[in-house]
């Protein structure tokens, strides 16, 4: 389009100015002198003559300008300095300077438009590759964060698997434990339940005195009249092995029930260190549960946050290939405004001085 414009505009140039070529000749102030500007001269002898002079010094300065500036309006201008009547010429100058003012300063807002959306649109920019930085590093962190998390949850069931399986073999070999405790107290009891009858019997033997007999010099006897029996013992000696043996007992008795004590004693701790442990198991597993629970509450909560960042990272991609796609139109629209700007704002500014000069020379007529 641009291209076209510029193409356009040379195209009229030319042409006003091969107008201005014909129109300022010679001959063709000679013809009009006696055509177009007839009623001119009726008018007035010499004050029409300065008139005529004047419009064609007009003529020759816009047409100066308009070649030098490159301005088809100021072009037409000139001719028609050369074909209007002269009241007629000042108000085409006053018309074309109002325009030319309008046009001004439509052409700084344009501007000021551009410069606006243009910088509206790099903020923008800026802000979306921010944000895109942003979430990219939001991303990243909850991805992370997911797999922390979900890396403790297994780590969590498994420990609670293993503390399960730990806590079993705990019960069967406390199972077994009392089992062979209940084993070992039965049997120390049996024993000890043998053993005392043993010594009981032991000590009916050996612990009493033996009664004094017949007189020896009887050899026969009855219940009343004891005859003559054998001699009689004055002492009755017990064997000397068989304390040994009482006393033999009474230690075998004593070291059953010291070991039926033991193995009292010893199931007694046993059986409290495994409920302190199964406790501290239990506590353990009831802790690990919460901990799962909780992780996968946050999990799921930063599942959902990964979610959105992801939805809005893709938003703010295409929101940035909008602006992109924005700038690319706002710099077709305004490279050639602001780009030439000045010369624009220069070359109207000449223009309407030109407009002005033309007027005043006019206006000096008067």
């Given at each position: 389009q641009f291209e076209k414009r510029v193409k356009d505009r040379t195209t009229e140039i030319e042409a006003v100015q091969d107008t201005i070529k014909i129109i300022n000749s010679d001959e063709a102030f000679d013809n009009f002198s006696k055509t177009v500007n007839t009623f001119v001269q009726l008018s007035g002898g010499a004050e029409a003559k300065e008139q005529q002079a004047a419009l064609r010094r007009?003529?020759?300065?816009?047409?100066?300008?308009?070649?030098?500036?490159?301005?088809?309006?100021?072009?037409?201008?000139?001719?028609?300095?050369?074909?209007?009547?002269?009241?007629q010429v000042k108000a085409e100058i006053d018309k074309m300077v109002t325009e030319l003012g309008k046009q001004q300063q439509d052409e700084i807002d344009h501007r000021d438009w551009c410069i606006k959306e243009m910088n509206d649109n790099k903020r923008d920019t800026a802000a979306a590759y921010a944000k895109k930085e942003s979430l990219e590093t939001k991303i990243a962190d909850l991805e992370k964060s997911i797999e922390t998390m979900t890396s403790e949850i297994d780590a969590s069931t498994k420990a609670i698997s293993e503390t399960q399986e730990s806590m079993k073999r705990a019960s069967e070999i406390r199972e077994g434990e009392d089992a062979d405790y209940q084993q070992t107290v039965q049997d120390q009891r049996l024993t000890q339940m043998i053993l005392k009858k043993a010594l009981a019997r032991m000590k009916e033997v050996y612990l009493l005195q033996r009664k004094p007999g017949a007189p020896h010099i009887q050899t026969s006897g009855t219940h009343t009249d004891p005859g003559n029996g054998p001699a009689r013992f004055d002492k009755y000696e017990k064997n000397a092995g068989g304390g040994k043996v009482v006393s033999m007992l009474e230690e075998i008795i004593a070291d059953s029930v010291k070991a039926e004590d033991d193995a009292m004693a010893a199931e007694e701790d046993a059986q409290t260190a495994y409920e302190q442990m199964m406790k501290q198991s239990n506590d353990m597993i009831i802790a690990a549960s919460k901990k799962i629970s909780d992780l996968k509450g946050a999990r799921a909560t930063a599942t959902g946050d990964l979610t959105m960042a992801k939805e809005d990272f893709k938003q703010t991609i295409v929101d940035l290939s909008d602006l992109n796609d924005t700038m690319s139109g706002l710099v077709k629209a305004c490279k050639y405004i602001l780009d030439n700007f000045d010369a624009r704002q220069a070359a109207r500014a000449a223009e309407v001085d030109a407009l002005k000069e033309a007027k005043a020379i006019l206006s000096g007529m008067k």
């Open positions: 007009v003529s020759s300065m816009l047409a100066e300008v308009a070649t030098r500036i490159h301005s088809p309006r100021l072009s037409l201008m000139a001719t028609a300095a050369q074909l209007d009547a002269f009241t």
